[in-house]
């Protein structure tokens, strides 16, 4: 299986200040056809997952441009240009290149 | 823009079989870019992907080894919608259950999420 590390934890923001988050895979995410089967996407209480990047680095639709995916390889990254208080939730990482899908530890987001 | 609609009960009995399904809108089951899946998640298992069935010149199914002799998800192409069982329940299998679109060029999406409560 591939093993998916995110972190931090736990991150603290202040409104308007940017905010980062890494994920690591045990293996590289990189598919034949030139895509990363990498997924961002955030889980608020109480609701189903919000998609906020797919494909590594591909915005899904209806996601603020604060938010961004990058990476390549093992190593991706989801940003958060300037952090609103709505962004609040626990944000995942999570592979599909492979069955079984496996996720990161999650990252619990919370204002200062 | 896909739009992924579950149904199903929410309560079912021990020892019993657990049905959901989920309809598919904006997209369709048999397209060849995307792969249809079911997760769960509940506070002592976390996010738990359960399976998926996928469309590639022919039909192909993935489950995760921990419900593997338990679990069957078929697409239904007239409907346009696939479902997902899972046999013999216990209370271990209480969680809420999602289905997505996941891998697809045109964008991943969740279902709503249908609390499914093993219980006598």
């Known amino acids: 299986d591939i093993v998916m590390t995110q972190s931090p934890l736990s991150l603290p923001v202040t409104p308007g200040e940017p905010a980062s988050i890494s994920c690591r895979a045990s293996q590289s995410l990189l598919h034949d056809n030139g895509n990363h089967y990498l997924d961002w996407f955030l889980q608020k209480p109480g609701q189903s997952p919000q998609v906020l990047i797919y494909?590594?680095?591909n915005r899904a639709s209806g996601v603020p441009d604060r938010f961004s995916g990058s990476g390549s390889g093992t190593d991706f990254t989801l940003k958060i240009s300037r952090v609103e208080a709505e962004d609040v939730g626990v944000y995942y990482c999570m592979q599909a290149l492979q069955a079984p899908l496996t996720f990161g530890g999650g990252t619990k987001v919370e204002i200062k | 823009q896909v739009h992924l609609q579950q149904s199903g009960p929410g309560l079912v009995k021990p020892s019993q079989t657990l049905s959901l399904t989920c309809a598919i809108s904006?997209?369709?089951?048999?397209?060849?870019?995307?792969?249809w899946n079911w997760f769960r998640q509940s506070p002592s298992r976390g996010l738990e992907w359960l399976g998926r069935t996928y469309y590639r010149s022919n039909w192909f199914n993935d489950y995760a080894l921990s419900v593997n002799s338990r679990i069957t998800i078929n697409p239904d192409t007239s409907k346009n919608q696939f479902s997902l069982q899972l046999n013999s329940v216990t209370p271990e299998d209480t969680a809420v259950y999602y289905c997505a679109r996941i891998g697809s060029p045109k964008g991943d999406s969740w279902g709503q999420g249908t609390l499914v409560i093993v219980s006598s």
């Open positions: 494909l590594g680095s």
């Open positions: 904006g997209d369709s089951v048999s397209d060849n870019s995307a792969a």
